[in-house]
Every structure is written in structure tokens, then in C-alpha cells.
């Protein structure tokens, strides 16, 4: 189909549905949003993984597993949409070190890094427990923000499937934030005040530069609808007010 054709069907309110003819732009952005979402999932679960049995308590570790096991089921429903496009589940899977990681002290910033296309805050190593429970509390947040456009998405099936997707990143949020009041009020701040000025400036950093291209695309096919800094502004404003209720600081990000 041409190209500006499906642009124009799109800004009409028309939704693409599985099986038919697109454009060669529309398909490599589609491709490309939902292959960061499935390697993005992938990365995360596998790190957390890891963490599970750090938790203080069988709760917790129930908790961590149970968001563990949603990370694979969210990567697996987009996935399986990626079957449209020539993608073989298994052979997918087994083509990535999900676990892998890179030094915590680098400084990525946007740049695009490694063989897989998650978001490079799913390059960095987790540090414990605390750790652990600050990262997943920041960044359910922004991932309850980048797929709560998804919904709405140009394409169908994505659509459909974000749908339920963002209700359990909206549960991981609820979680995080209880968690971390939890450990809170057994330990103090000091801790977990180290880690979100660790991870804070590197979740930001997953909302992308202002000048991306790609998010003009994105939002030239109608996958998503705001720029990077009206979604990275959404996340401060909802995430600092969750750190303002744990006693915590908000960080000052250059």
C-alpha cells in the first residue's frame, strides 16, 4: 500500500488489521516498536529472575516471581504477533543472552547498544533487593505510561493485546510502591535514596531524545500520539509524587 495513503486512512480513525497490505515504512516501525516491547520484557524478567530469592521474605519473593512470569507473558503475546511478520518464536528466544549485562558505572545515555533492542536501562546489572524494588518501581511507571498509548495503537491485534498488558504493568506499579513502603519502614530511606539516584536519570533516559525520528514515525502511523517529552514529562510528574510519599528525594537529572 502506498504510503501516504495509510497515513491518510489512519488520521481518519481507520485501524490496520492482521493480514493486510502495508506500507515498507509503516511495517519497519511496527516491527521495530514491537520487537523493543518483546526484547525490552525479555531483558527485565530475565534481571529480576535473579533477584527473586534475595527477597526478605516469602511475600516477596512470591511478589517478584509473579512479575517475573508476567514479564514472559507480556513478551509472549507480542510475539506471538510478530509470527505475522516471519518471526520464529523459539528461534527468537534463543537468539539473545537476555541475562546479559553490561558494567552499572557506564552511562549509555539513548545510545542504541548490543545485538538485542531493549532499552538500555535493561543493560544494567541490579544490586540486591533494594535495588531491585527501586528500578522495578520506576520503571513500571514509565512503562505504564509509553503503553497506556499503545492501547490506542494504528495497529489492531497490537492494540488489542496492549490492552490487557498495560492493566499488569499497572499492578507491577502498585506493587513496586508497596514494596518499597514496606522496606521503608522497616530500614529508612538511606538505601533505597542511593538506588533511586542511581536508577532515576537512566529510566528518564528511556523516554528518548526530543529530536527522535523514530517517534515522529511512531506518531506519523499513529502507533502512539505524544512526543518523548510529553511522556517523559508525565513520568516525573506521577513518579515524583510516588517518591514524595515514601520520604524520598527526587533527583536533580542534567
Given at each position: ?74 513478551a ?40 538485542d533492542?531493549?532499552l ?77 539516584e ?24 499513529g ?6 517529552d ?8 506521577l ?16
Open positions: 500500500m502506498d504510503d501516504k495513503k495509510l497515513i491518510e486512512r489512519i488520521a481518519n480513525g481507520e485501524k490496520i488489521q492482521a493480514g493486510e497490505e502495508i506500507s515498507s515504512g509503516y511495517r519497519a516501525e511496527l516491527m521495530r516498536l514491537m520487537v523493543v516491547f518483546v526484547d525490552s520484557e525479555l531483558a527485565g524478567a530475565a534481571g529480576f529472575a535473579e533477584q527473586i530469592n534475595e527477597g526478605p521474605g516469602l511475600r516477596e519473593r512470591q511478589v517478584a516471581a509473579q512479575i517475573v512470569a508476567d514479564k514472559f507473558d507480556h509472549e503475546k507480542v510475539l506471538t504477533l510478530l509470527k505475522e511478520f516471519g518471526i520464529d518464536n523459539r528461534l527468537y528466544i534463543a537468539s539473545h543472552a537476555w541475562e546479559a549485562r553490561l558494567s552499572r558505572y557506564l552511562d549509555l545515555g539513548n545510545r542504541r547498544v548490543g545485538g533492542k531493549r538500555n536501562v535493561f543493560h544494567y546489572p541490579l544490586q540486591g533487593w533494594t535495588d531491585a524494588l527501586v528500578m522495578n518501581a520506576l520503571m513500571a511507571a514509565a512503562s505504564g505510561i509509553q503503553l497506556k498509548e499503545l492501547r490506542n495503537a494504528s495497529y489492531a491485534p497490537l492494540a488489542d493485546a496492549m490492552r490487557e498488558i498495560a492493566e499488569g504493568e499497572s499492578r507491577h506499579a502498585e506493587l513496586g510502591e508497596r514494596g518499597l513502603q514496606d522496606l521503608i519502614d522497616r530500614n529508612g530511606t538511606d538505601a533505597a535514596q542511593v538506588a533511586v542511581y536508577w532515576y536519570p537512566k529510566v528518564a533516559a528511556t523516554f528518548g531524545r526530543a529530536d527522535s525520528q523514530h517517534n515522529d514515525r511512531f506518531r506519523a502511523y502507533l502512539i500520539t505524544k512526543t518523548n510529553q511522556r517523559l514529562n508525565e513520568w516525573e510528574g513518579v515524583n509524587d510516588v517518591l514524595t510519599r515514601l520520604g524520598l528525594n527526587v533527583p536533580e537529572v542534567a
